[in-house]
């Protein structure tokens, strides 16, 4: 049965696997794929062998480090908690026929069409599960953990990352299969991708649906933990994805990254981006300045001071009309705010302190000290590289009840004598 159910995996996925395994015998499937090695002219079944083809009681007792678990948590209770010591391939389709009975979805008219955007998507599950199975330290005792949580789905395998992998450099490293024939296997059957960047799709497809992008910050040397997070999908970030598409510009996973992080806040520079897409500051920058050609971002401010935001005709496309204009008179706000607070504490303040503070340039960060003064806000002390800035004295009510001295009246002058 797993023989013919890794042939169906093969015929099922429609040219992802290696169709000219179809037409092989069994024992023949079993040799080609690495699951039985010849020794001595006798056939020794491998671990791999029991991973994919082996017999529930066989992997229990020759195996005992093999063992998934799904389970259904709210808060502290478990509604569902059961444990598999199954071939992986039968493993994936239960826990795949699981995800998709809990999975809902909402609706999202575009014109006439109807759109399903469901809680997590099906290729983003697929793939973390089939990531966790591949990769996981199957020297190690420890499940492979799948848990719905209200709010979140965790998937985690035992082990860390592969050597090489970190969690700076997860979207850019070549794959590093830590069981290589195990993952030749899963390519061949159609499973994962054959050009090996499921992680590339976990988190494409995570961020189009209207989610923020998927988390491995809880991993360490013991463990890989995927969190796919939850919640009410951003509807009209799908739509905007949709519309892009619709218009042959189908946005890349860097523009798909760097376009959710600043809907979600506001604003970013070139320095944040680089790390959120861990490329250099320059590639970033350019995918910054692709999107404003497309019309989807905005740039303001100079230099070190350069910020993105979404533009008028985004905000346009949302019906936010407001929220643009808030968004861009923001800036000048918080920046008088920040040179306010600044003086508050330390009682004074420069034009350098000023460009270094607010990230702007000197010619910027002196129109903000002008209109300061202007407003009555702050006053001018000093001149030139003697020169700063501090609030307005204050005269308490005793300097203001005092009345000032009355003056002396002028003695006339005594007029000389004849």
Not at 27 to 33: D, F, K, M
């Amino acid at each position: 049965m797993e023989f013919e159910r890794f042939r169906r995996g093969i015929r099922e996925n429609h040219g992802r696997g290696d169709e000219a395994l179809l037409s092989l015998p069994d024992h023949e499937l079993a040799r080609v794929l690495g699951a039985v090695a010849m020794e001595g002219g006798v056939p020794v079944v491998r671990m791999l062998g029991l991973l994919l083809f082996g017999k529930v009681d066989v992997i229990r007792r020759t195996l005992p480090t093999h063992e998934v678990a799904f389970q259904v948590l709210a808060g502290t209770k478990v509604g569902v908690n059961d444990f598999f010591h199954w071939p992986l391939l039968r493993t994936m389709e239960e826990l795949e026929a699981r995800f998709r009975s809990y999975n809902r979805e909402e609706e999202l008219m575009l014109g006439m069409m109807r759109i399903g955007v469901p809680d997590y998507p099906h290729a983003a599950f697929r793939e973390g599960l089939a990531n966790a199975l591949l990769h996981r330290d199957y020297g190690k005792i420890g499940a492979v953990h799948v848990q719905w949580h209200s709010d979140h789905l965790e998937i985690s395998s035992p082990g860390g990352f592969p050597e090489g992998v970190r969690l700076d450099n997860l979207l850019i490293t070549p794959p590093r299969p830590r069981n290589p024939a195990l993952a030749d296997a899963f390519k061949r059957a159609g499973i994962v991708d054959r050009t090996a960047r499921g992680i590339d799709t976990i988190f494409h497809e995570q961020v189009r649906n209207g989610r923020p992008a998927p988390s491995y910050g809880r991993s360490n040397a013991s463990s890989v933990v995927l969190v796919l997070p939850g919640g009410a999908a951003n509807l009209d970030f799908v739509r905007l994805v949709l519309e892009e598409g619709r218009a042959d510009r189908e946005l890349s996973l860097d523009g798909l990254l760097l376009l959710n992080e600043i809907w979600r806040e506001r604003r970013l520079n070139p320095t944040d981006a680089a790390a959120l897409v861990q490329k250099p500051v320059t590639e970033a920058r350019a995918c910054l300045n692709n999107l404003v050609e497309a019309g989807l971002l905005e740039v303001s401010g100079e230099r070190r001071g350069r910020a993105w935001h979404l533009s008028a005709a985004t905000y346009r496309r949302l019906d936010a009309k407001s929220a643009y204009v808030r968004q861009r008179g923001f800036d000048a706000l918080q920046r008088q705010q920040m040179v306010q607070q600044y003086v508050k504490s330390h009682g004074r303040i420069t034009r350098r302190e000023v460009a270094d503070l607010c990230q702007l340039d000197g010619d910027d960060a002196k129109l903000l000290l002008q209109r300061l003064v202007r407003g009555g806000t702050l006053v001018l002390r000093g001149q030139r590289k003697g020169a700063y800035y501090e609030a307005p004295k204050v005269m308490d009510d005793s300097e203001t009840d005092q009345k000032p001295p009355k003056k002396r009246p002028k003695r006339p002058k005594a007029r000389p004598r004849p």
